[in-house]
């Protein structure tokens, strides 16, 4: 099944939801990513686990992770 972005995260099915470790459970802050059948991975925000889901491709998510490792993203936690 392919999923287009904004989706209700409800509305994907038979995937688990992993929250990363880094995550801190005082305030909400968490991130959740699934991998999706097919491929590729959607993100939702565990506040609102019904909320919008956003969806990208495995190609997308590889070059965001590659991004994040080079420290490209790092300003934004300054």
Known sequence: MQYCNG???HAIQDVTWVK???SSAQ???CVEVAALPGGGAAFRHSRHPQGPALVYTA???G???AAAKDGEFDH???
């Open 7 to 9: 989706v209700s995260a």
């Open 20 to 22: 990363s470790s880094y």
């Open 27 to 29: 305030g909400g802050n």
């Open 59 to 61: 190609a997308e998510v």
């Open 63 to 65: 070059a965001f992770l």
């Open 76 to 78: 934004l936690t300054r």
